[in-house]
């Protein structure tokens, strides 16, 4: 099993569509959890991190689900900008907290 | 600017050719990494430094070496390339420490290697 796996998409949504995906990680012990956003041929770019309590930036909102061993990204109201694949990545005690784990990201497309 | 710094952006060349992947970051972080990306393989990670000094062996090592003789610079090395190390590899370096996750990239170096 993936340390952490992502559905790979794509996502096909119309613009000012709600889309939510999903990360799962497979060990209990992981500490940080991060959602990264990467456009087609460019680097990584942190879009948030996820606390435990949630958190919400605009039109994202990031959850943690311990129990289950998933974070969320929410995406309200879509804009063509937010065209991209993004990528989950977990931090923890198992890697001594050096190694951030990307998972293989979800492509979304917004279309007008 | 605050930026990590990577070259050269492209790169072709040949099985056996040593090549140097040089990166440097300004923002006086501990920790620097390098990255290969893949089609349906994601980010894997081949080393990291912790510090000056300081490098270990991330997933996917085989094929490369790194150095860490200063703070701001790490770079990758291609001993002898092969055919399967054509990829996009991405340096990254953030402050050290528990918790500090943001990692900050540079804009990657595409290498194909015939």
């Known amino acids: 099993r993936k340390e952490v796996e992502q559905d790979p998409g794509p996502f096909n949504v119309p613009e000012g569509a709600t889309v939510a995906f999903n990360c799962t990680y497979s060990n209990s012990a992981s500490q940080s959890f991060f959602w990264y956003r990467q456009d087609c041929r460019k680097e990584p770019k942190l879009l948030m991190s996820v606390y435990s309590s949630g958190n919400e930036d605009g039109r994202f909102t990031a959850q943690l689900n311990r129990a289950s061993q998933y974070i969320s990204l929410l995406i309200r109201d879509s804009k063509l900008s937010d065209s991209a694949t993004y990528l989950c990545a977990v931090t923890g005690m198992n890697t001594g907290f050096q190694k951030l784990v990307f998972g293989t990201g979800t492509r979304l497309l917004v279309s007008p | 600017e605050a930026q990590v710094t990577q070259n050269p952006r492209y790169l072709i060349t040949v099985t056996g050719k040593k090549l140097t992947v040089t990166c440097s970051q300004n923002?006086?972080?501990?920790?620097m990494s390098w990255y290969r990306q893949d089609p349906g393989l994601g980010l894997r990670q081949i080393y990291y430094s912790m510090n000056v000094e300081v490098t270990d062996k991330g997933d996917v090592p085989e094929g490369y070496k790194v150095s860490r003789k200063e703070k701001r610079n790490f770079p990758l090395i291609l001993e002898s390339p092969s055919p399967n190390q054509t990829s996009l590899y991405f340096c990254?370096?953030?402050?050290?420490?528990?918790?500090?996750?943001?990692?900050?990239f540079g804009e990657g170096s595409r290498l194909t290697v015939l």
């Open positions: 923002m006086n972080h501990e920790y």
């Open positions: 990254a370096s953030r402050l050290a420490g528990v918790g500090s996750g943001e990692l900050f």
